[in-house]
């Protein structure tokens, strides 16, 4: 029920005026031996920890939601591409495995982010400490911090743990956003290998058929906006002298607002992979004597002594005049290969 007022300068201001509400002159104690720097300091590392954890939770589900779906799927046959020109045929599963490890380097900066701004900066005061005989570390203790900042300076002007926080977050988000690319081009009418939920897709405003992947879309575009972030981050501070300066008051909105892009684009793509259907026998036909075979075909070549390089060639030149023949690899059969070779 309580509205701090607009004589309240700021959050601290607001908390001590409602404490004395409460508690009378004891109130004017609150801010001995402390600061609004590195009470500020010590709110944005306090609530890194808390959003870090669940970011990882966030991150942890889309990784189980791939494994449910490789063991739903997994032995489904589909290209594997390079150039995104069909490479080599390969098992779905063995594709969302590629996903799914980029995800556990993810989760493992973010242990190491933690690990790092796990220290708390409270008595470091406005720049110089304080002359009061405060116990920084019971204070870190009581409030979880696995030790304190040693230096009061850079305990009120560190930014590095939110710069490293939100380049982790860019990464992640590049990986998402890779992800949400192949669904996109996925579901297209040319590829028709999965369909998105409805909960997951919209219709068009003018064309009637359409069904477009809006949210892996939104999570490929959200990509670019963390981007932003972390490089606001890092010019904010870029010929900045210690120890604070009013500037680092912009930090906070590019620093949550890549956090919590990132958390919400983990989420919908974990709704997404959950529910999308697949069409397990896409490409079984089409890949059946595909050229994609071809180094499977030289291989068999290098197991019967031939040097590889001659094999690549024999091989590559037997494509060639497949295609001007109007041919393909599925279309030979022994002779032709004896009388090839």
């Known amino acids: 029920t309580f509205h701090p007022a607009d004589e309240h300068e700021d959050i601290h201001m607001a908390v001590e005026a ?50 449910e779906r490789i063991r739903q799927d997994g032995r489904t046959i589909m290209p594997g591409y390079t150039h995104l020109q069909r490479g080599q045929p390969i098992l779905l599963g063995h594709h969302l495995l590629g996903h799914v490890w980029p995800l556990w380097r993810d989760r493992q900066r973010l242990a190491g982010c933690r690990e790092r701004l796990d220290v708390s900066p409270l008595g470091a005061g ?46 992640a988000m590049t990986h998402l956003s890779r992800m949400a690319a192949e669904l996109v081009l996925w579901s297209t009418a040319e590829f028709r290998f ?18 477009n992947p ?13 981007y932003g972030d972390l490089l606001s981050l890092l010019t904010l501070t870029k010929g ?10 912009e930090d906070r909105r590019p620093l949550f607002d890549a956090v919590e892009t990132t958390s919400a ?15 397990p026998h896409r490409f079984v036909e089409e ?18 002594g031939v040097a590889f390089r001659r094999a690549h060639e024999l091989v590559g030149e037997l494509v060639q005049g497949l295609e001007t023949e109007g041919r393909r690899l599925g279309d030979l059969g022994s002779g032709d290969l004896t009388q090839r070779g």
């Open 18 to 67: 409602r404490l004395a509400e409460k508690l009378g002159d004891l109130a004017g104690k609150l801010h001995t031996a402390r600061s609004r720097n590195d009470q500020v300091a010590t709110d944005v590392r306090l609530w890194l920890k808390r959003r870090l954890r669940r970011l990882d939770e966030d991150l942890a589900a889309l990784m189980t939601a791939l494994l």
């Open 126 to 171: 406005a720049l110089a400490g304080t002359g009061l005989p405060v116990d920084r570390h019971r204070t870190a203790a009581l409030l979880g911090f696995s030790g304190v900042v040693e230096n009061a300076l850079d305990a009120v002007a560190a930014r590095d743990h939110q710069q490293e926080v939100a380049a982790v977050c860019a990464i």
């Open 194 to 211: 999965v369909r998105l939920d409805e909960a997951y897709a919209t219709g068009s405003s003018i064309m009637p058929q359409k069904r």
């Open 214 to 226: 809006d949210a892996a879309e939104l999570v490929r575009g959200k990509a670019s906006r963390v």
């Open 265 to 279: 684009s983990a989420r919908i793509l974990t709704g997404v992979w959950r529910t999308l259907s697949l069409d």
């Open 240 to 249: 900045v002298p210690l120890s604070y300066n009013r500037d680092f008051q």
């Open 287 to 304: 890949l059946r004597g595909d050229e994609s075979l071809a180094t499977d075909l030289a291989d068999a070549l290098v197991v019967k």
